[in-house]
């Protein structure tokens, strides 16, 4: 397949070996032919608003300075070019001061240039060579409210590697986001672990019970029609009942998916919009007042909030994954960011934030770090929570000797196939025309069908998967 042999390599698509989510030479390749190589979210633009406003941004060993200069955004590894000290941590604004080494005082501005080093006398001129003094940069490309940044210089571009994912999600006005808030937590799981419980809906039934109990009759896609009895039938008023139950349900469970402001529009609605006698006609007519309600309130306030009808007619997952890391969730405007990185070959780091569309003249205020949370904490939204006792318990399953691989369904687990096929490119050494190409698809919604990503084992067939969608079908 590429230049390099690539220990527990996936073989066939339906299996993913369970070495690769606990192995040190697995975790050490992809430290060395992964994470140098992808583009990866490094901040939210909001937290570097203002000329001279850094933050930090850490994945394993490397540390990585984002700014914001004066004509644009730049990176910056993290190290003074005279004895490798690190420059900052956390965040601040450099305008005036710049950056200043607290080991010897060299100084280097907001466009890395070096602009004083204590005791030149004292050095030769090929130490003080111009051309070695400056910050070392990192490439950036801008998407989506965010800065994406990627140490290899040869890459293709942002857009190459999402580019049909980010042209989905833009007419949702994902560069207007803001955070609301924000925590994360280190769980005790390999990273891709933790990444797979987001990746389909099958464990919702058993892992989140109060939201599979207001599911409306039929709406469970995992359930065959043969395989129990009649769904018990409801008039339309009773089904919209259930609806904006379950969204509460995920509002409280999800809160940015959906926002308390858009349940209250809901509950605002269920009592006095005429209703069709038709169940089914009903919840199309509730969701099409539901989001030109959430529209024309958000627009009177200077909300930018996008035509929610307009973007419903153009049924699209709503649930989406940017390789390789990256998770924005939706239902209406706002949206659930996830984004997971590794610490060691059982842990990562696991970030949540809500986000939020603002009026134009009341924007938030300065972003903070993240604040650390532990795994039971009640911030944490009670959905998550669920997730993080499943986690842990599963990478420590992984050892068992009587389990061997993980076994997918093609039809609603292939993104975890596809993605995971994908690293095997990068740690293989295929080349970066495939690779991008093999991104686009990667990058997907919630229970995805396994697909041919261009190399590797090929699907040993294909499913059509109907997938969930803000109108959902009434049986």
């Given at each position: 397949?590429?230049?390099?042999?690539?220990?527990f390599?996936?073989?066939h698509?339906?299996?993913?070996?369970?070495?690769?989510?606990y192995?040190?030479?697995?975790f050490?390749?992809?430290n060395?032919?992964?994470?140098?190589?992808?583009?990866?979210?490094?901040?939210?633009?909001?937290?570097?608003?203002?000329i001279?406003?850094?933050?930090?941004?850490?994945?394993?060993?490397?540390s990585?300075?984002?700014?914001?200069?004066?004509?644009?955004?730049?990176?910056?590894?993290?190290?003074?070019?005279h004895?490798?000290?690190?420059?900052?941590?956390?965040?601040?604004?450099?305008?005036?001061?710049?950056?200043?080494?607290?080991?010897?005082?060299?100084?280097f501005?907001?466009?890395?240039?070096?602009?004083y080093v204590?005791?030149?006398?004292?050095?030769?001129?090929?130490m003080?060579d111009?051309?070695?003094?400056?910050?070392a940069?990192?490439?950036?490309?801008?998407?989506?409210?965010?800065a994406?940044?990627?140490?290899?210089?040869?890459a293709?571009s942002?857009?190459?590697?999402?580019?049909?994912?980010?042209r989905?999600?833009d007419?949702?006005n994902?560069a207007?986001?803001?955070i609301?808030?924000?925590?994360?937590?280190?769980v005790?799981?390999?990273?891709?672990?933790?990444?797979?419980a987001?990746?389909e809906?099958?464990?919702?039934?058993?892992?989140?019970?109060?939201?599979?109990?207001?599911?409306?009759?039929?709406?469970?896609?995992?359930v065959?029609?043969?395989?129990?009895?009649?769904p018990?039938?409801?008039?339309?008023r009773?089904?919209i009942?259930r609806?904006?139950?379950?969204?509460?349900?995920?509002s409280?469970?999800m809160?940015?998916?959906?926002?308390?402001?858009?349940?209250?529009?809901?509950?605002?609605?269920?009592?006095?919009l005429?209703?069709?006698?038709?169940?089914?006609?009903?919840?199309?007519?509730f969701?099409?007042?539901?989001?030109?309600?959430?529209?024309?309130?958000?627009r009177?306030?200077?909300?930018?909030?996008?035509?929610?009808?307009?973007?419903?007619?153009?049924?699209?997952p709503?649930?989406?994954?940017?390789?390789?890391?990256?998770?924005?969730?939706?239902?209406?405007?706002?949206m659930?960011m996830?984004?997971?990185?590794?610490?060691t070959?059982?842990?990562c780091?696991?970030?949540?934030?809500?986000?939020?569309l603002?009026?134009?003249?009341?924007?938030?205020?300065?972003?903070?770090?993240?604040?650390?949370?532990?795994?039971?904490?009640?911030?944490?939204?009670?959905?998550?929570?669920?997730?993080?006792?499943?986690?842990?318990?599963?990478?420590?399953?992984?050892?068992?000797?009587?389990?061997?691989?993980m076994?997918?369904?093609?039809?609603?687990?292939?993104?975890?196939s596809?993605?995971?096929?994908?690293i095997?490119?990068?740690?293989?050494?295929v080349?970066?025309?495939?690779l991008?190409?093999?991104?686009?698809?990667?990058?997907?919604?919630?229970?995805?069908?396994?697909?041919?990503?261009?190399?590797?084992?090929a699907?040993?067939?294909?499913?059509e998967v109907?997938?969930f969608?803000?109108?959902?079908?009434?049986?």
């Open positions: 397949m590429g230049k390099r042999d690539v220990p390599a996936i073989t698509p339906e299996r993913i070996p369970k070495e690769r989510y192995d040190e030479t697995f050490k390749l992809e060395e032919h992964f994470w140098p190589r992808v583009w990866q979210m490094a901040c939210r633009l909001e937290e570097i608003p203002e001279g406003d850094w933050t930090e941004y850490r994945i394993l060993d490397r990585v300075i984002i700014v914001r200069a004066v004509e644009d955004v730049k990176a910056y590894h993290n190290a003074c070019t004895r490798g000290m690190k420059l900052a941590e956390g965040c601040g604004n450099a305008k005036g001061s710049g950056f200043i080494c607290p080991f010897h005082g060299w100084r501005d907001i466009d890395g240039q070096n602009t204590h005791g030149r006398q004292l050095f030769s001129d090929e003080l111009p051309g070695e003094l400056n910050l940069p990192i490439r950036v490309e801008l998407w989506g409210g965010c994406f940044i990627n140490f290899d210089d040869h293709a942002l857009m190459d590697y999402i580019g049909p994912i980010a989905r999600l007419p949702h994902v207007d986001l803001k609301e808030w924000r925590l994360e937590a280190v005790p799981a390999n990273w891709k672990l933790a990444m797979e987001f990746m809906g099958l464990h919702v039934m058993r892992t989140h019970p109060e939201l599979h109990e207001v599911m409306l009759p039929g709406m469970d896609p995992y065959s029609p043969t395989a129990s009895a009649s018990t039938k409801m008039d339309s009773q089904a009942e609806l904006v139950e379950m969204n509460s349900v995920l409280q469970g809160s940015g998916m959906v926002h308390a402001n858009d349940v209250a529009i809901m509950q605002d609605l269920k009592d006095t005429e209703l069709p006698d038709d169940p089914g006609e009903a919840i199309g007519h969701f099409t007042n539901v989001n030109a309600e959430i529209t024309r309130r958000g009177e306030r200077g909300v930018p909030v996008p035509d929610l009808n307009e973007l419903s007619a153009h049924p699209d709503l649930r989406r994954f940017v390789f390789p890391n990256y998770f924005l969730l939706t239902q209406f405007g706002n659930t996830y984004r997971i990185r590794p610490l070959p059982e842990s780091l696991f970030e949540e934030a809500s986000l939020i603002y009026p134009k003249d009341d924007q938030p205020p300065r972003l903070m770090p993240a604040e650390r949370v532990e795994l039971d904490d009640p911030r944490l939204p009670p959905i998550t929570q669920q997730d993080f006792c499943n986690i842990p318990r599963q990478q420590e399953g992984l050892h068992a000797p009587g389990f061997k691989f076994r997918l369904s093609s039809s609603i687990e292939g993104l975890i596809n993605y995971q096929r994908l095997d490119g990068f740690l293989g050494g080349e970066e025309k495939k991008a190409a093999a991104s686009q698809i990667a990058s997907a919604g919630l229970d995805w069908p396994i697909e041919d990503i261009g190399f590797g084992p699907p040993v067939q294909t499913a109907e997938h969608s803000t109108k959902p079908k009434f049986k």
